[in-house]
């Protein structure tokens, strides 16, 4: 890792960086990991959206002969594979198409037969949530979390996540979805920085201005999940500023999301008992 003081680490910390020099540097932080890992090279998804294309961008300069990008439609907008293989002929990234939508149907489908079993038998001392159009929706990242290991075991290769500081800073990312990976390079990037990185770059307009979405249901945005805008929500990361229910929205998610970014917790037995 570069040391705090280095201009690369001050430009993000005031919101603006040196795009050139982040590049530089997380595709050297890449090819590091790599190499010291023992592994061949790296594999990530190609979801057609702005972080994922600059994830691919990198990979592919850091590990040129060893990449592979996935493009993973689960009853997703034929657009996004558009997108995304516009993004891998750009860069000259291979990619494969791994359709899940006929898996997803076949999962839920038995999911849901079990949790009806589960309702007529338990009565109303089961208290189903509600919510379980969530639980529904977050099947589609696991589902893409377990196809890019399968590639990563079979290649000898690491899974590179496309998560950014601003969504892992509210926890918008699916636990063992999209936030089970190896490596995280845009970590400490908020989403307007990963924006800047997108336009040095050279994406596609299309990709860069598209609205954010994890694609969980048709019409879904990120900002209209998170209930605010990345504007909003990179500001008060990067300098503490923003209005009163904007900062009380991302602490309580903060807070509500503390879980997905610890390992699992481990019970400390009294000596006595070992």
């Given amino acids: 890792m570069a040391p705090a003081n280095t201009p690369v680490m001050r430009a993000v910390e005031v919101g603006v960086v040196d795009a050139p020099a982040v590049v530089t540097f997380l595709v050297g932080w890449l090819k590091q990991q790599v190499e010291a890992s023992k592994t061949e090279g790296v594999v990530f998804g190609l979801s057609g959206g702005i972080d994922s294309a600059v994830v691919g961008a990198l990979c592919k300069q850091a590990v040129p002969e060893r990449c592979q990008g996935l493009i993973m439609p689960c009853h997703s907008d034929p657009r996004d594979r558009e997108d995304a293989l516009a993004v891998a002929r750009l860069f000259g990234i291979p990619v494969q198409t791994v359709d899940l939508s006929p898996v997803y149907d076949l999962h839920l489908a038995a999911l849901r037969q079990s949790l009806a079993a589960a309702e007529q038998e338990q009565g109303p001392g089961l208290a189903v949530d509600r919510r379980a159009s969530l639980a529904e929706a977050n099947l589609k990242p696991r589902l893409r979390m377990a196809t890019l290991y399968f590639f990563a075991n079979s290649l000898n290769y690491l899974v590179v996540g496309t998560g950014n500081r601003s969504e892992l800073t509210v926890g918008y990312f699916t636990k063992y979805g999209d936030g089970g990976v190896d490596l995280l390079p845009l970590g400490s990037l908020v989403k307007t920085q990963v924006r800047q990185l997108a336009e040095h770059l050279g994406l596609p ?8 979405s994890a ?12 209930g605010t805008s990345y504007a909003e929500l990179d500001r008060y990361i990067l300098e503490g500023v923003a209005a009163g229910a904007v900062r009380a929205k991302v602490e309580r998610m903060s807070r509500a999301a503390a879980h997905k970014l610890t390992l699992p917790l481990i019970p400390e037995l009294p000596e006595e008992f070992l």
């Fill in 205 to 212: 307009r299309r990709v860069i201005d598209k609205p954010p």
């Fill in 215 to 226: 694609g969980l249901w048709e019409g879904q945005t990120d900002e209209g999940e998170m």
